[in-house]
């Protein structure tokens, strides 16, 4: 592949990419100060607006004069006056002590010890220290004007303004925190291509103000809890502040409810391991979603709060939103009752394993059990190939392709999407529904399955599909499932799968084995210490109601 060359402004033309884009489709969204914010943009030079884009992609918004050094700017310290004068950077002023250890990690301890205003003996003293306990000794012990002054008179340090606006018009393009400007970057070189879409086709992400301000708002405080966790704040600490941010929250807006819920599982299941069972079970309590549920269910279970365990347990088996919730509603009520009655139950899970045949493998396969399992049956006469989810996800985004990226659905909202946004919600399938149908019934042969499937691969090789991941055994595996499987069977696959796709593209069998005779089957291998997980007894019993050939394969170990 050849080396790819990017232009020398290539950043610049991207920021004012998703400027005009941010303008175009969220223009009477954006409050006063991110318009003027763009206008002002627009009225500095070419020059300084690279400058601008360049300091403002970095990470960290002080920056030393002395060592930036762009080649494609003609006059960086004309570009930087004009960004002073416009009001886009500031000099290092005594006003920013509130952000002086981000001022002063941008230097080298040596610089620090060089620039700061200390006397000989405290000199002296802070050589053996480490940078940080420098930076430390510094803000804590010195005046922070004379700091600033002893810096200053030396070299030029600014800071990067505006940052509330870029990231607002940066979170507005990409609809979330996770991604940034480096997605262009890594289309221009190459090394992601996605999906071609008619941009008039394009939506908005958010309809409202208030849609914007409360996704964004769960993402910092998201952000503010994981700070908080590798600052070390104490467990107790978290679990106050969190609950204070969530009685202070606005009504959040539907867009914003699932990363939510996710944020309220994750500060529950950190207190839970942090030995904080009670204050788990009270954040718990503020999400009906997976795994609160099941969580509170057991901490319910242990506090001894048998009666409210089992209403909570019976909510729960009426309304499932995975296997996981499905299988432990059934098992837990069964361990609840067993123990009143002080009888031992076993888990659905456990229950089909223990059944399963089991068959003899070297221990040298201890470490690569389903290699192990794979050359049993090679030696048996079948053809065996890894499966897992591999082949399932591929089917499904192969099949699927241009209905998962149908733009007509309003979930593609920028260019960079790797897919619609609501891929792993509910709507996906209520959505598409009838797309998704009218595809299956499309499909009426196995040859026409694997002319599609044939088409598309080809049509679409190395472009970004969160289901597809390209490789040359790819359409070998597709279509060997399409050759063991009945029609009907591919079909109700693939819409089990559409139903729940966060859920339902996990969990298959490890292997699939098949002869010339036309015997096959999709095999779980397990070691014995392994377990069978939810999801997949889930896809187990799913491929029973359809005909599916499945079965599990316990390991035993020969000597």
């Not at 763009?38 to 884009?53: E, H, K, P």
Request: aromatic share 12%; glycine share 4%; hydrophobic share 40%.
């Amino acid at each position: 592949m050849p080396k790819v060359i990017l232009q020398p402004r290539y950043y610049w033309h991207n920021f004012r990419y998703v400027l005009d884009f941010v303008r175009r489709l969220y223009g009477g969204l954006l409050n006063e100060a991110e318009t003027d914010f763009l206008d002002r943009f627009d009225a500095l030079s070419t020059d300084a607006q690279c400058l601008y884009v360049r300091v403002s992609n970095r990470k960290g918004v002080f920056f030393r004069v002395n060592k930036l050094n762009y080649r494609e700017i003609s006059d960086l310290p004309v570009a930087l006056g004009e960004l002073l004068n416009a009001g886009f950077v500031e000099r290092l002023q005594t006003r920013h002590e509130g952000m002086g250890h981000e001022a002063l990690d941008i230097f080298t301890k040596p610089d620090l010890l060089d620039l700061l205003p200390l006397e000989p003996d405290e000199l002296r003293a802070l050589k053996p220290l480490k940078k940080e306990e420098v930076v430390r000794y510094a803000l804590n012990e010195l005046d922070f004007g004379e700091i600033v002054t002893s810096l200053t008179t030396r070299e030029t340090v600014v800071k990067v303004n505006f940052e509330a606006e870029v990231m607002m018009v940066k979170f507005l393009f990409f609809g979330n925190r996770g991604s940034d400007m480096t997605e262009f970057v890594m289309r221009d070189m190459g090394m992601m291509n996605f999906e071609q879409h008619d941009e008039s086709k394009m939506t908005a992400r958010f309809r409202t103000r208030k849609e914007v301000e409360d996704k964004l708002l769960i993402s910092l405080t998201n952000e503010a809890f994981y700070e908080q966790k590798e600052a070390e704040t104490p467990p107790e600490a978290i679990y106050n502040w969190f609950l204070n941010w969530n009685e202070t929250r606005p009504e959040l807006t539907e867009i914003a409810f699932p990363g939510y819920q996710k944020l309220v599982c994750r500060v529950g299941a950190f207190l839970e391991r942090q030995k904080l069972p009670d204050q788990a079970l009270a954040v718990y309590e503020l999400s009906d979603r997976v795994p609160a549920r099941e969580r509170r269910v057991r901490l319910l279970f242990r506090n001894g709060l048998v009666d409210e365990a089992l209403a909570l347990i019976d909510e729960i088996a009426v309304t499932p939103q995975n296997a996981e919730e499905r299988y432990f509603a059934q098992d837990f009520r069964e361990k609840i009752l067993g123990t009143a009655a002080r009888k031992r139950t076993r888990k659905a899970t456990t229950r089909f394993l223990s059944d399963a045949e089991s068959v003899d493998i070297p221990a040298a396969y201890r470490h690569h059990v389903e290699a192990g399992v794979m050359n049993y049956y090679l030696e048996e006469g079948y053809d065996a190939a890894f499966t897992e989810n591999y082949p399932w996800r591929g089917l499904f985004g192969l099949v699927f392709w241009d209905v998962i990226y149908d733009a007509n659905v309003a979930a593609i909202h920028h260019p960079l999407q790797r897919a619609p946004s609501d891929f792993y919600l509910p709507d996906f399938y209520v959505r598409r529904e009838e797309l998704l149908k009218k595809r299956l019934a499309e499909l009426t042969t196995k040859d026409d399955w694997r002319r599609h499937v044939g088409r598309t691969y080809n049509a679409k090789y190395g472009i970004t599909n969160v289901l597809v991941d390209w490789n040359d055994e790819l359409l070998g595996l597709v279509n060997q499932l399409i050759e063991v499987l009945d029609i009907e069977q591919l079909r109700l696959i693939l819409l089990e799968m559409a139903r729940n796709v966060r859920e339902h593209t996990r969990g298959f069998p490890d292997l699939l084995i098949w002869n010339e005779a036309g015997d096959y089957s999709f095999v779980e291998v397990k070691s014995p210490t392994d377990h069978l997980g939810p999801q997949q007894l889930h896809w187990l019993e799913y491929f029973q109601t359809i005909g599916v050939r499945g079965k599990v394969v316990r390991v035993i170990w020969a000597v």
